[in-house]
C-alpha cells in the first residue's frame, strides 16, 4: 500500500514556541493532502486541505493564522503551530490521496504535540 | 451536524464472537471507506466500496456498501483479541477538494 510519513511522532514544547510537522508521501505523488486534529477517543477532526502550489482549504473554525500550511512539493506538506497554547495540544495526521481513481486516502502515523 | 453516524460507539465482546458494526448516513457518496486505527498511530486503510449493494471480503472481516450508497456495514466473524481498536468509516463526497467525511467511531474491545 501507499505510504505516508510524518515527523516528529512526538513534539514537546514550551507556550509561545511554533511547531513545524512534515507530512511525506514516500512512494506517490500528492496534489491533494489533508490535515486532521484527534483528540482522546474521538474520531479525526479536518482542519484543511493543502494542494499543491496553491493556497491551503481550512475548514470553519480553524485559524488559518494560527495553522500555516504549506504545499511545497507533490510529496510534502507542513503545518506549523504558531505561537502555540497547552489547548493545541492534541494528535495531528495528515493524509495523501493516491491518485489511482479512487478517494482513497493514505494516513501518515502521526504526531503526538504537547504543549507545556 | 453528524454527516455519518456509527453505530454501536463502544463494543466490547469475548474472543470467538461474531459482530456488525454499523456506519449511515442521509447523503450519497461517491465511495466510502473503512479503517481501524490502534491509539497513538494512524488510521490503516481496510477497505474502499465504491458500487451501490457492493460486498468484499477481507479474511474475517466483510464489508457491504448499501444500494442507495448511503450507509455500510462491517462484519467481524470470530473476533480475536487482534481486532481491537477504533473503526472508522469515511465516506467520500465529490467535491472539488475530494472531501473525506469520517464518521465517530466505533471502539472495539476484544477479550481474550
Known amino acids: 500500500g501507499a505510504v505516508v510519513s510524518q515527523h516528529p511522532s512526538r513534539v514537546i514544547c514550551k507556550s509561545g514556541t511554533s511547531v513545524k510537522i512534515e507530512c511525506r508521501s514516500l512512494?506517490?505523488?500528492?496534489?491533494?493532502m489533508f490535515w486532521y486534529r484527534q483528540f482522546p477517543k474521538q474520531s479525526l477532526m479536518l482542519m484543511a486541505t493543502?494542494?499543491?502550489?496553491?493556497?491551503?482549504?481550512?475548514e470553519q473554525g480553524v485559524e488559518k493564522d494560527k495553522f500555516l500550511i504549506n504545499h511545497a512539493s507533490l510529496t510534502l506538506s507542513t503545518l506549523t503551530v504558531t505561537s502555540a497554547h497547552p489547548e493545541d495540544s492534541s494528535f495531528y495526521i495528515c493524509?495523501?490521496?493516491?491518485?489511482?481513481?479512487?478517494?482513497?486516502?493514505?494516513f501518515g502515523p502521526g504526531t503526538r504535540l504537547t504543549v507545556l | 451536524t453528524q454527516l455519518l453516524e456509527q453505530s454501536p460507539q463502544f463494543l466490547s465482546i469475548q474472543e470467538g464472537e461474531n459482530l456488525t458494526v454499523y456506519c449511515n448516513s442521509s447523503?450519497?457518496?461517491?465511495?466510502l471507506q473503512w479503517y481501524r486505527q490502534e491509539p497513538g498511530e494512524g488510521p490503516v486503510l481496510l477497505v474502499t466500496v465504491v458500487t451501490g449493494g457492493e460486498v468484499k471480503k477481507l479474511k474475517r472481516l466483510t464489508f457491504q456498501f448499501g444500494d442507495a450508497r448511503k450507509d455500510s456495514s462491517l462484519h467481524i466473524t470470530a473476533a480475536q483479541p487482534g481486532d481491537t481498536g477504533l473503526y472508522l468509516c469515511a465516506g467520500s463526497m465529490k467535491t472539488s477538494y475530494d472531501k473525506v467525511i469520517f464518521g465517530p467511531g466505533t471502539s472495539l474491545s476484544v477479550i481474550p
Open positions: 512512494d506517490f505523488q500528492a496534489t491533494t
Open positions: 493543502s494542494n499543491e502550489g496553491s493556497k491551503a482549504t481550512y
Open positions: 447523503s450519497v457518496f461517491s465511495s
Open positions: 493524509s495523501a490521496i493516491r491518485p489511482i481513481g479512487t478517494d482513497t486516502q493514505y
